[in-house]
Structure formats: C-alpha cells, structure tokens
C-alpha cells in the first residue's frame, strides 16, 4: 500500500536545499501501489515524481501530490555469457548501485561513480559523466502510465536517449513513472579511461580495475564539484550547448583554447562551464546565491535561497553568455 503525507517539508529533500512544502507526498513501491494511488487520484490533481530530488528546482510550494519511490531491491535477472542484467529498483541511490556492481566484478557503471540521486531518475536525464552515459548499459525501463492503467517496458531504443536527454523528458514527460531500470552490465569490461585525467589517476593508483576507475572518478568529482550536504547545488545547473559547426568554428578562431567536442550531423558541443567562465562568473555570488568557485556549471545556495533567487542568478548567466558568444544555454536542472 502506498503512503501518504501531508504538508511534507521538502528542504531535505532536495539538494539545492530550498525550503518548500508539498501539499501531499506519497511513498510508492511497485505497479499496484500506483495503480491504486492513481485509481484514487481526484481529477485534475497534479503530481510530480521526485526521487533523491538532485536535479530540481522547487520554485515555491507544491500544490499538488508529490511521488516518490521507494523500491530499494537490486536483484540479478539474468545471465547470458559475460552478459548480467540487473534490475535496480527506482529508489536506490544510485552510487549503491554503483558500489554493488563494482564489488562483484560487474562493469559498465563504473565511471558513472558518486552521481547523486535515485536509480529510478539515471534514464530521466541519461545521466553521463567520465566518457560514459546511462544509456550505455540501460536495458530496458519499466513504468507505470497513468493514462493507460498499465505498466509498460520501453527497450534502450524505446526511451531515445540523447545528451542529457530522452522520451521521459518529452512525450513521455508527466506521463510515466519509473519503478525499475534494468542494466546490461558485463563480467569482462572493457575500461573507459579516454576522458579528462581519469586515466592518469587509475595509473597512480596501481592500474585499470574497476575499484580504481570508482575510485579515481570519486576523487575527481570531491575535488570538482561541491558536497550538497556542505552547500545546497544541484550539479551541473546548464547543459553544454550544441551549437552549428560554423559558429564553432568561428568561436574558436575568436577564443583560441575553447573547448569544443565533435557531436555529429554537423553540430558541436560546447562546455557551459567555460562559456560562463570567460564571462566572469565563476566563484560570485550575489546575495544568497552563487557560481561555485571552482565548476562556473554548479549555482549553489549559501543558505536561505528560494528557488526565484536562483532563477535570477541563472537569468542574469544566460544574458551574459548569449551577448559574449551568441550562444543560448538551456537549464539541465527541472523546476518543480
Ligand atoms: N571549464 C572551465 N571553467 C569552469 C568549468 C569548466 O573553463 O568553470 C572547462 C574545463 O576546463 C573543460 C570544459 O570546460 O575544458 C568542460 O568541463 P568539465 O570537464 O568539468 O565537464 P563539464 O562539461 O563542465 C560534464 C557534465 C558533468 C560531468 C562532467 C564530467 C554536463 C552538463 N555536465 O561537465 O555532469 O560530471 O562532464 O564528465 O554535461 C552533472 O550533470 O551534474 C554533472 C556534474
């Protein structure tokens, strides 16, 4: 049976730390839990999914229901050669997951290592670090659709992963809710060290093995990006934008030394951190909000922020970076 609470506060309950209340909050674990709660949802009534709530915004109270799961079971589903799939439960932390894999000997995760936030959300925003990407190893998603009173499984090529994207955040958006991710991941990996100074970092640590890569990208992300139990952030805050190649190309005769990645059709991927970098950003801080000192991608909240505080600060970044460089930088992070 599902739970239910009323007037939950969720400043715990999300990582940027902003104080706001939900009308309603109700903990769900499997299909039946959510064929009940929404057989009993008044009309018109509106919800919200929030797992580890580490990629949200809340902009004020929410006047409506939130739900949040609560299935925590990873179990191995099948095994085929060095094939092993693994059914993860939406409310696990995702970096327990992580552990688990990398403690017996299961690849394909490792350099998604100390993401915060709950499985169930890794397909939402194809979450993606260290050369590597949740659409890598995702099998398959199984979900509840409310409009259709049933739960479904979308194969990897059903959910159309992109950068920082996929169907959750688009047809599919308000229309389904994640209770279980299934991952391929392999008893023979192969090692991604091709990003940044991972490499160099597992080689100081006494070479490839998945323990090292968990350990080297930990390292990296301690050092990079702020402790949202230390202050309030909730990661990157921008995508890097894709952009036409032309004005790549032109951006980078103007800025020699702009990073800038290769992204097919015809498109280049720029780094937001950079762009906003170069406008002077990094490390101010305007009232109770702020750029971190040390990744120009990460707002944080020095304690008492509202979600409008951020929203302005996060404005003021985009004029900036689209008058410099003629380029528009979308949020990553979901207002609730
Ligand atoms: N840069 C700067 N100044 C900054 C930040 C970055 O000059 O303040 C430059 C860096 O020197 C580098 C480039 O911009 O040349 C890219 O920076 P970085 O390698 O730190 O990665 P990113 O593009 O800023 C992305 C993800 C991160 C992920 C890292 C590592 C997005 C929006 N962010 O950041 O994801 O950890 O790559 O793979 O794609 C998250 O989503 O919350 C997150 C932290």
């Not at 706001?20 to 919200?48: H, I, N, Q």
């Not at 499985?119 to 670090?129: D, S, T, Y």
């Not at 209770?179 to 060290?193: C, D, G, K, T, Y």
């Not at 139990?229 to 032109?250: H, M």
Request: glycine residues 12%; neutral net charge.
């Amino acid at each position: 049976m599902y739970t239910i609470e009323e007037n939950k506060p969720l400043l715990g309950l999300n990582s940027f730390r902003i104080a706001a209340t939900a009308r309603r909050f109700v903990g769900f674990c499997g299909g039946d839990d959510l064929k009940a709660f929404f057989a009993d949802l008044p009309a018109g009534e509106p919800w919200y999914v929030l797992g580890g709530g580490n990629n949200v915004l809340p902009t004020g109270d929410y006047d409506g229901t939130i739900l949040h799961p609560l299935c925590r079971d990873i179990a191995v589903e099948r095994r085929e050669g060095d094939t092993v799939s693994v059914r993860v439960g939406a409310g696990v932390e995702w970096d327990d997951f992580v552990a688990w894999a990398v403690q017996r000997g299961l690849g394909g995760v490792e350099n998604l290592s100390a993401i915060p936030g709950y499985a169930g959300a890794a397909p939402v925003q194809n979450i993606g670090a260290y050369g590597a990407e949740a659409k890598d190893t995702v099998e398959c998603v199984e979900c509840y659709l409310p409009d259709e009173r049933r739960i479904v499984s979308l194969s990897a090529e059903a959910c159309r992963f992109g950068y920082r994207d996929s169907v959750f955040k688009r047809e599919l958006r308000g229309r389904a809710v994640i209770l279980s991710v299934v991952f391929r991941l392999s008893s023979r990996p192969r090692f991604a060290l091709r990003y940044g100074d991972v490499a160099s970092r597992v080689r100081e640590l006494g070479g490839e093995s998945l323990e090292n890569i968990r350990r080297a990208v930990t390292d990296i992300r301690q050092e990079k990006l702020p402790d949202p139990a230390v202050l309030g952030n909730a990661g990157s805050f921008f995508k890097n934008p894709v952009v036409s190649c032309a004005l790549a190309e032109k951006l980078a005769r103007e800025y020699p030394g702009m990073p800038c990645y290769e992204a097919g059709d015809g498109l280049s991927k720029l780094a937001a951190g950079w762009l906003i970098d170069r406008c002077g950003w990094k490390g101010r801080r305007e009232g109770a909000v702020g750029v971190h000192e040390r990744q120009a991608l990460v707002l944080v909240n020095y304690g008492g922020a509202s979600g409008a505080d951020v929203l302005a600060l996060a404005g003021k970044i985009r004029s900036d970076v689209r008058e410099r460089f003629g380029v528009s930088i979308d949020m990553e992070v979901n207002l609730l």
